[in-house]
């Protein structure tokens, strides 16, 4: 179980990695956009993002 915690964080630090790799100044844009938006939008989305999370989750363990 642990092998399969570790290979989700390796994956995890590869995708969050290939965008500021390979286009730095567009990240850095969309960052900055980012930090722009009212905290009940980030708020917002990130609870979104969560809860597909958790539906993927669900579907792929059970």
């Known amino acids: 179980m642990l092998d399969v915690l570790f290979t989700a964080m390796a994956l995890l630090l590869i995708f969050e990695g290939i965008g500021p790799m390979l286009f730095p100044n567009k990240w ?3 960052i ?5 938006q009212p905290s009940s939008q980030l708020r917002t989305m ?4 969560v809860t597909i999370g958790i539906v ?3 579907y792929l363990l059970w």
Request: net charge neutral; charged share 0%.
């Open 28 to 30: 850095q844009q969309f």
């Open 32 to 36: 900055t956009q980012l930090a722009q």
């Open 46 to 49: 990130g609870g979104v993002l």
């Open 56 to 58: 993927s989750l669900y």
